[in-house]
């Protein structure tokens, strides 16, 4: 019986965790549906402002055309 529980510990066990780590790493390296959603927000987001900056800027060129000199 001692020889049984010295191969586990020896052999099954290490083989157990390191392949429990792998599975569990490799699940975390795929990116989960809700941060894609949150990933697609911000992109949104970004376009809306640099939309917003070039707007003001194009007003800003109209009315001053020398604002970016200051």
Partial sequence: MEIVGILFMAIVAPIWVLLHYITRWKSTK?????????????????DR??????????????????????
């Avoid at 795929?30 to 970004?46: F, K, P």
């Avoid at 070039?54 to 800003?60: H, P, T």
Wanted: cysteine-free; hydrophobic content about 35%; proline content about 3%.
């Fill in 30 to 46: 795929t990116i989960s549906n809700e941060d894609e959603n949150i990933l697609a927000e911000l992109w949104e987001s970004a």
């Fill in 49 to 70: 402002i640099e939309a917003r900056l070039n707007n003001i800027e194009r007003i800003l060129d109209t009315d001053s055309p020398d604002w970016r000199n200051k």
